[in-house]
């Protein structure tokens, strides 16, 4: 293709002009770039603002998007059923007998449970989560790894609170704004969790690696005692999340940990239910070792 | 009968055609909106847990500026890269980087290799659009202090083979722009 009229100045002086001037902007604009990518590295939180401003103007988008996601999917299941009723009619006579065993047993755990937790004194508070919210974007083309939820500070939202789905975490709060926040998720490498193994509290913690598996590393270096598919929850060290959150199954023993698949994918998750930050003054205290581990972790990879 | 229909429809066709010219608004405006709302796919149903989406914003920004180079002025990845780091969740300010030396580099394209076939575009699509991916995830990963340059090679891979459908996207929006709906 030959060259387009207006980058042929000819003896134009005002065409020469406008050519050089367009050079001197764009290249200003790398520079301006530069200075504020410097900013936004040093300070990530300098330009929250005008992302959340933005993340504003697009909620209406996230929440259409988030609507023809479930309906699109209940389509889908509607038809799937159509196809096997017959045979899952059959399974589900068989699984409501197992289930009515099992629920007579089920009856008897819980006295005990009850009885051997009145004994130990422990005290189960129902945490009161501060709002359900739809996930309604994510970052799906950036290696970091954010979601955007619809809920903010109007509904009591503050940066540094967990999110988690019914089966699982999700992330934390990053960013909020009135009407929406900005969530961390597991899978971003920025994101550490102190966990444990559920089965006998093995302490570990779970760092996202980006491409939507996450690893799993141990504190006590020696011989590794993980097995595939065991289940990590929650440590609550630190006070960021509270205990008992599953984060992570590990599908990978590897020398010094597992790599593992979450528990809730946010893929799955339309809903997800923000909480109260566990402990507002260790939070200070996990950031700084999330960073020192961050820095120690680096190296490895 | 049919005759008579087809002569009025070539009539209203030429009707139409003369003394029609482009909405001004729509010619000029339509590549900005269209790439300002590609920037904002992230707002779409998928909510991913890895980097799976191609950078629609980016492939639409170099298909309209191999398509009609000289239409987005040269400056034109300051406010639109600007805008893209509102959606994208890198470090604010790479996209205003990296999309202004994008035009740099085109410009620097252009000089070189003015005569290029599709293949030859695709090809130079290819190397801005890997270099992109790239050095976004450098600096995401300085940003995080834990580097993964391995994550975005399933992305680069899915974008490469995406641009064409890109480039005959923006083929098919500039016949919208340039539909002669106002009256001379």
Known sequence: ?301 | MNLRNLDETGDVIARKRINRAPLPLLAIGLPWATIMLASMASFSPIISSAPVMPPLAYMMLLAWRMMRPGMLPLWAGLPLGLFDDLYSGMPFGSGIVLWSGTMLAMELIDEKFLWRGFAQDWLAACALISAYLLLGSVLAGIATGYPLPLVIVPQTLVSLALYPVVTRVVALLDRVRLLPLKRL
């Open chain 1, 1 to 301: 293709m030959a060259r387009s009229q207006d980058r042929r100045p000819g003896y134009s002086r005002r065409a020469q002009y406008g050519i050089f001037t367009g050079y001197v902007v764009a290249i200003l604009g790398v520079v301006a770039g530069i200075a504020v990518l410097v900013t936004s590295l040093i300070n990530p939180d300098a330009f929250s603002f005008a992302r959340s401003a933005a993340a504003e103007a697009a909620r209406p988008l996230g929440r259409a998007g988030a609507e023809s996601r479930s309906t699109g999917q209940g389509v889908f299941a509607a038809v799937g059923a159509y196809f096997n009723a017959g045979q899952q009619n059959a399974e589900l006579r068989r699984e409501v007998e197992a289930a009515r065993a099992n629920a007579v047993s089920m009856q008897s755990l819980q006295n005990e449970n009850r009885r051997l937790k009145a004994l130990l004194g422990i005290i189960d508070p129902a945490r009161k989560p501060v709002a359900t919210a739809h996930l309604i974007g994510s970052t799906a083309a950036s290696t970091r790894r954010f979601a955007v939820i619809d809920a903010g500070t109007s509904r009591g939202v503050q940066s540094g609170q967990p999110v988690r789905a019914a089966s699982g975490l999700i992330g934390r709060v990053i960013e909020a704004g009135p009407g929406t926040a900005r969530v961390l998720l597991v899978t971003d490498p920025d994101n550490v969790v102190p966990v444990k193994r559920a089965r006998d509290g093995l302490t570990a913690f779970v760092q996202g690696a980006s491409n939507g598996r996450i690893d799993i590393r141990l504190i006590n270096q020696g011989v590794n005692p993980i097995r595939k598919g065991d289940v990590f929850v929650t440590s609550g060290s630190g006070g960021l999340y509270p205990p008992g959150i599953p984060v992570a199954v590990a599908t990978d023993p590897h020398r010094d940990g597992a790599t593992g698949h979450l528990a809730a994918d946010p893929a799955d998750n339309e809903f997800v239910i923000v909480e109260s930050a566990y402990s507002g003054e260790a939070r200070m205290q996990i950031e700084q070792i999330e960073k020192d581990g961050a820095k120690n972790a680096a190296p490895e990879q």
